[in-house]
């Protein structure tokens, strides 16, 4: 079965310092696919990256970052100097490479960005 | 800038009457999800359509909900008859149906069953 766990139910922190989102999933699909996404007050849901799990580089996109740790089966996501616009819920995700289109979503972190 | 499209984006109704819930996918996207978003459920993929044709409703009530896309550019999702529990954030998402494939989400519709 496929799962994913973020065990951070609500951050809050102050403009300008640094958040590590935790993501742990669970899968036996040897090619899979991580997700995050954002889902401001407004309530859309916004794609924030997608990483392969042959692909174990991090990435860096202006002030977020992205570590895929397949021996831990993590995929946190870092917001250095954090704005109050990034105040939302986010979610991690899991798809498998096969025979399926279906995303696992986490329960999400509220982050809370306070000026 | 290509968006998944939901209308109505809010809804509010009694308890019995029908309800449907509209999308346009990004043109040029072939597959369609449809998800519901509870506090005690979280995110949930009730089904969704590749090339128009349903590949797994197995998320949704059969008894009072349906899922059709009538064309290429449009979903539906019907209530009927709807109950209060099935208040909750309806979304659709679209993508390109490949295996490195990203869903990306419209803007949701907020049912509200009284």
């Given at each position: 079965?496929?799962?994913?766990?973020?065990?951070?139910?609500?951050?809050?922190?102050v403009?300008?310092?640094?958040?590590?989102?935790?993501?742990?999933?669970?899968?036996r699909?040897?090619?899979?696919?991580?997700?995050?996404?954002?889902?401001?007050?407004?309530?859309?849901?916004?794609?924030?990256?997608?990483?392969?799990?042959?692909?174990?580089?991090?990435?860096?996109?202006?002030?977020?970052?992205?570590?895929?740790?397949?021996?831990?089966?993590?995929?946190?996501?870092?917001?250095?100097?954090?704005?109050?616009?990034?105040?939302?819920?986010?979610?991690?995700?899991?798809?498998?490479?096969?025979?399926?289109?279906?995303?696992?979503?986490?329960?999400?972190?509220?982050?809370?960005?306070?000026? | 800038?290509?968006?998944?499209?939901?209308?109505?984006?809010?809804?509010?109704?009694?308890?019995?009457?029908?309800?449907?819930?509209r999308?346009?996918?990004?043109?040029?996207?072939?597959?369609v999800?449809?998800?519901?978003?509870?506090?005690?459920?979280?995110?949930?993929l009730?089904?969704y359509?590749?090339?128009?044709?349903?590949?797994?409703?197995?998320?949704?009530?059969?008894?009072?909900?349906?899922?059709?896309?009538?064309?290429?550019?449009?979903?539906?999702?019907?209530?009927?008859?709807?109950?209060?529990?099935?208040?909750?954030?309806?979304?659709?998402?679209?993508?390109?149906?490949?295996?490195?494939?990203?869903?990306?989400?419209?803007?949701?519709?907020?049912?509200?069953?009284?």
């Open positions: 079965a496929q799962k994913v766990t973020q065990a951070q139910t609500e951050i809050s922190v403009e300008k310092e640094d958040v590590t989102l935790d993501c742990v999933y669970e899968t699909d040897t090619t899979y696919y991580l997700f995050w996404y954002k889902q401001p007050p407004s309530g859309e849901l916004v794609f924030l990256i997608r990483r392969n799990s042959f692909d174990e580089q991090n990435e860096i996109s202006g002030r977020y970052s992205w570590n895929f740790q397949k021996s831990t089966s993590s995929f946190n996501f870092t917001i250095t100097a954090s704005q109050v616009v990034d105040s939302a819920v986010y979610f991690c995700a899991l798809r498998g490479a096969y025979n399926t289109d279906k995303l696992i979503f986490g329960t999400g972190t509220r982050l809370q960005v306070f000026p | 800038d290509a968006r998944v499209t939901q209308t109505p984006r809010d809804k509010v109704t009694e308890m019995g009457q029908e309800v449907t819930m999308c346009q996918p990004i043109l040029g996207h072939n597959t999800f449809w998800y519901r978003q509870t506090m005690m459920q979280g995110l949930e009730l089904a359509f590749r090339n128009r044709a349903p590949l797994d409703d197995s998320g949704m009530p059969k008894d009072r909900f349906s899922a059709e896309m009538p064309d290429a550019t449009l979903a539906t999702l019907k209530i009927q008859p709807s109950e209060p529990r099935d208040s909750a954030v309806y979304f659709c998402a679209s993508g390109l149906g490949t295996s490195t494939d990203t869903q990306y989400f419209g803007p949701g519709t907020r049912l509200t069953v009284l």
